[in-house]
């Protein structure tokens, strides 16, 4: 659909790109009057002029898409502008565009990216270990905190903050000797996503060490941290991921939830697996539209209690013996099976094949990234009485901490000259 964009209020990103043209003098104001526009094409959209009189958005659905490439494919995120348009109102049509649903799409490739590079970074380091829960809460080695980067503001390892810049104390999860159960790796993934999306400049430049605090989750509540924390600002609530889903496959990436047992705490026979914490790494297009056409995760819940339940009706050997038969496909397991075993595999096998548990992707400390249904799957060897659910966490990645990276652009881009203008006034448009 193409029509003109009318915004509507200030935000904190609109508000600051106008007052950087209206306030600056003349050297700066000339680096600083296209920094909304530069903007826009960093995000993908693709800005051409046009002789008509008022100007046309076209934002398509890249939300759906793959990539930004996949997006521009499809002739998403395109706006054409009237060659007409001075520095103020260039400027102004920005300000309203940044603040448009396409425009999140268009960040959430970038923070896609992000999470990938940072967990793949997470994942090499043989020297970031698990430990047990009743081991304290994070541990920096025969190093220490300080020698790594971080100083320690609660006892037994509970709370840790930067004592210098935020990128070295990032380094010690990347290629240093640390330990931490997966609640704070998936705060650890979170931290290191803002890390790569920002470059390691910015991040250090932007961020108090405060804001980056790690501990437990209860622990960043009364702290400044970016995550839980009073910098945390506006959370998005979507337990079951109803939202998430309606909004598209992007609004996927980076999102942290938790896998959690169902039954009581009696239930369980392993209680450092009683939950995993993850960050979305990525998610196919099949997975993307079964969780939209289910509406969420509370479809999932239910399977997972099927597959616990048909699960209970096989052998189990212990050890890895589910994750061996059934995300493994083991032959050598399989063919062991009764006839009636066989029938009840298939059952368990047709379950996992749906694209959700295949092709959503999820960083867990310290497996790596792997699909969602090896973790159901293994948590059947770990807590075999109980089944488990699935929940997105708060976050705060589609509002705070994305109007944030659009102020630290901006920003950024107003104290670096190196915009394309000309003494009168007009600008290149592709």
Known sequence: MTVPVRGEGLSTSRALLLALVATLTAP??????????????????QVTATDQREPMITAGSPCQRASLVDAQAHHDLRVQLPRYYDVAQREQLAAELLQQPASLCAYLFKLGDATRAATARLQANDGYRFT?????????????????????????????????SNSRALDAFYSGQVRSECGVGRQVAQLATQRELYGDALFDREFTAGELSIGTFLTLHDTQSILLGSRAGEFFADGKAVRTAALGRQAFMAAPGFIEHVFDKRFLDDINNQAENFVITDISQDAAEALARHGGFAHYDALNRQIWELSRQLPDRGGRHFERLLHERDRELRVQLSPQQQATLAQIDALLADPV????QIYVHDKGVRPLGYHIVRLLDRNPRTPFSIDLALH???????????????????????????????????
């Open 396 to 430: 705060n990645l589609h509002t705070t901490l994305f109007r944030r990276w659009l102020d630290a652009r901006l920003r950024d881009c107003a104290n670096t000259v190196t915009h394309t203008t000309h003494g009168d006034g007009t600008w290149n448009l592709a």
């Open 132 to 164: 047990a829960v009743q081991m304290g809460w994070i541990g920096f080695g025969m190093r220490g905190a300080n020698a790594q980067g971080w100083q320690r503001f609660r006892s037994f390892g509970r709370g840790y903050a930067p004592n210098g």
């Open 28 to 45: 700066a104001a000339l680096a600083a009057e296209n920094c909304g526009m530069t903007l826009l094409r960093e995000l993908g959209w």
């Open 357 to 360: 548990y295949r092709q959503l």
